[in-house]
């Protein structure tokens, strides 16, 4: 459920914003941002058998070298296989739950809306998908137009607080690095660490880094298949930096709605809680079928059904008798963020030409962008994408 975010990570450790219009300043290397974390521990990498709090900032140096420096070897995730449409044929009654419980979220589907209040210019609403994959068009062509015709542009995160995280990383390693508590080695059952390690292990993660990480940082890891790591390091591909790059193109001035000292406490929250460490070992012991996930869901997204996304996934879980706490992840991750969102949005809607950018499944749902701005006395209606 993590992959949301986890393309900014990506994007943030390898890269950071993009250039400026013209030209300007090139994206800093993953060499350059995780070297500063190397250089200054280098003399704890290799003594990891030291432990400790030194040993276990170096292991998770030599993790961030290896796991990015990995992403390159990858390759995009087409190919896969649609579980979903697997599970009509084989479980037919399941299959129409899963899609019958994603029906009744209010909204469910659409991803491209205009939004618009007497006075003002109309502005738009589109959901995207945050991995690039070959059945998306990061760029449809009446979002392309709407995007042209904006005079600001408002995402989740902007280019320029996505690289913050590089900076603080590379400053602050321990913003990832375990130094407070057991290592996960000792605090997960041999089996699922076991799991977890393997999961990894594509990446170019060493054990030693994967136990000396704090759990959300290895959720964001998880959430990004190796498939599209290659794609989303080189800032390629992706929805929400190809409609930024167009925005900046065009001299707009582009926004985010939440920086990096909101979404951390979100994501860090609770992590080390029964819920978040289950959910951790699921999408471990999942990891296999990264590709064939990010197939369905952007087979889904495409007929513009997103909420089978969070429904399957949910679904999967409890099949897998794990309990990740889905209503409070979905409170956290989706209801309190769309509420910010949209406290962040209100300004430039009311005077009307902008352009709102956010992760599909934050438009529809009880609480979902849809019916919030629908709240603040707006129109928003379902447009097509062509």
Known sequence: MLSRFAKRIVAALSSGPAPAPGGGPRLR???????????????GVGRLAAGGAAGRRAAVCTALWAGLWAAPAAADCGGGRDLLAELAERDPHAHAAILAEAAAEPNAEGVFWTVSKPGAPTSWLMGSYHIPHPLIDPAPPAVAAALDAARVMLME???????????????????????????????LAPEDFEALAAALAPLG?????VAAMRPWILHLMLATPPCAMADLAGGGGAMDLR???????????????????????????????AES???LVLSAREADEGRDMQTTSARLYAEERVWPIWTFGIWRAERAGRD?????????????????FVAAALPELERGGAFVLAGALHLGGD???????????FTVERASLR
Not at 176 to 185: E, Q
């Open 367 to 377: 609480q979902g962008m849809v019916r919030l701005l629908r709240g603040h006395g």
């Open 277 to 279: 460490l289950d959910a």
């Open 324 to 340: 990740i706490g889905a209503e409070e992840v979905r409170e956290l991750l989706f209801d309190e963020r769309n509420r910010r």
């Open 157 to 187: 995160m902007s280019p320029e607080d996505m690289g913050g995280m590089a900076t603080m990383i590379a400053e602050d390693p321990t913003l990832v690095a375990n130094l407070d508590r057991p290592p996960l080695d000792q605090a």
């Open 29 to 43: 290397s993953s060499g350059q941002v995780v070297g500063g974390c190397s250089r200054r521990k280098r003399q």
């Open 205 to 209: 993660v060493p054990r030693e880094g």
């Open 243 to 273: 409609l930024a790059e167009r925005a900046a193109r065009r001299g707009l001035q582009v926004k985010g709605m939440e920086t990096w000292d909101t979404l951390l406490p979100v994501l860090q929250k609770d992590e080390w809680s």
